[in-house]
């Protein structure tokens, strides 16, 4: 009897760690397409919590119903999973064309944390206060048309993020913390002019 107690006490466990250390928080953050070749190299753990789908053999991405629709751009967990004490219930992904005012594109987890248990758990990023317990960026890159497709800069601007328009001619990429309405947010933004090679490149999920 108390072999078996500990036998499923033993399963329990491996299967809560094992949500530990599926290393997504730790690609995200990053904002770059390696979270991709994350999703696809853990898709057989993801798949006990949401539906994956494969795309350029070795990159796969967690899809929603419609990403241009705010109603639908959202999925939430079979089972929450975990990250150091944050509880992740499901992936966001949201794209919006705002025409002259550039392409907003935004994908990664929706947090059932207080948005200061999320910034304390990831308080190796030098986050910038935007909006008071409501908005939080790190990491935040620019880049110019003009430059290589691969090129990002350091954006030492003081105001930068989705509260701004970037500026002409210019790409943003960042990390952003947000406490909106229904959900708070861990997800990166890509925004501004966003070509369809630097779409390809920043988002292969997108062209599929």
């Known amino acids: 009897m108390i072999k078996n107690i500990f036998a499923l006490f033993f399963m329990f466990y491996s299967f809560v760690a ?16 390696e979270f991709f070749k994350q ?31 705010i109603a639908k751009n959202h999925v939430n967990f079979k089972t929450p999973m975990t990250y150091k ?7 966001y992904d949201s794209a919006m064309d705002l025409g002259k005012m ?3 594109y935004f994908w ?23 909006e008071d317990n409501l908005l939080y960026i790190g990491n935040p890159k620019v880049r110019s048309i003009n430059d290589d ?16 328009i970037p500026a002409p001619n210019t790409t943003e990429k960042l990390l952003l913390l947000e406490k909106s309405p229904n959900m708070n947010l861990l997800i990166c933004s890509i925004q501004g002019i966003v070509t369809p090679e630097l779409l390809k490149q920043e988002r292969p999920d997108i062209l599929q």
């Open 18 to 33: 094992s949500a530990d250390k599926l290393p997504l928080i730790d690609s995200l953050i990053l904002c770059t397409p």
């Open 39 to 69: 999703v696809y190299t853990h898709k057989d753990e993801l798949e006990k919590y949401t539906d994956i789908k494969n795309f350029n053999q070795n990159q796969a991405y967690i899809p929603v119903e419609n990403r241009s629709d």
């Open 85 to 91: 004490n944050l509880k992740i219930t499901g992936y």
């Open 102 to 104: 550039g392409k907003y």
């Open 108 to 130: 990664g987890f929706i947090i059932d944390n207080d948005i200061n248990q999320i910034k304390e758990a990831l308080g190796f990023i030098d986050w910038k206060n935007m």
């Open 149 to 164: 497709i691969q090129t990002w800069h350091k954006n030492t601007g003081t105001v930068v993020g989705v509260k701004t």
